[in-house]
């Protein structure tokens, strides 16, 4: 029984403290190492799948920084990348193999940080298609990009970052789509990093779009459907959205960006 406790007690002592020493490990060759990050936007263009995140943005200035070359999809070379689409990923791919050559570079880093919230509402209203569309970005765009790159991370040894959700661990109603969307590279001595944050106040959080959606999920609901739930149900469901992004959305992003 005490070793137990002891292991209980030790085991997180140990984590913090490997935390602290990992935070001032530096990496050699910094200045001359790039890094592609894509989901970069404002989160204005979200819905358009260009994926707009905070944490992106503010990922970016913290690389730059610290002196690394940033790709967001002046050591900052930013172009559109639709994670969704093949030809903008290849275009985006050459534009990379241009600046890396340009610049005598090596790509450090691939952060797959692209990503829509989809709508929120329960899977009674949902069709297939609110599914696919957060699919494409969340899973098919990671594999999409990841697969576009994997030759140069293989190359220069270096590291694979995905930006998961606490909803892929801890599911919550009304986020289906959102939550269902979310070690062979390790031979070549690539890193693949899986950062899972909670609520932030980004622009895939945004609670007007999501109203919206609500609104037009329940509009376009046979009128069978919403007898079955209640007249008043569709405004129960944004107000249970608007009360759990109130109560769990956290503003500071450096929990993040420096994880």
Partial sequence: MFSLVMLFIT??????IYGLLGRKLTISGIERKAVLITGCGSGEIQQKHFCGRRFGRDLVKRCLENGLTVFAGCRLHAFQMDVTDDESVRNSRKIVDAVLKEKNLVFHALVNNAGIIGTFYY??????????EVWDVNLCGVVRVTQTFRDLIKKSRGRLVICSSATTLFPMPTHGPYCCSKHELLPYGVNVIEIVPGCFKTGISNLEPILKRNDTVWNRAPQKLRDEFGHDYNEKVKKYVTEVQSKVTAMDTTWVIDA
């Fill in 11 to 16: 085991l997180p002592v140990l984590y913090f």
């Fill in 123 to 132: 899977n009674d209203f949902l069709t297939l298609d609110d599914y696919k």
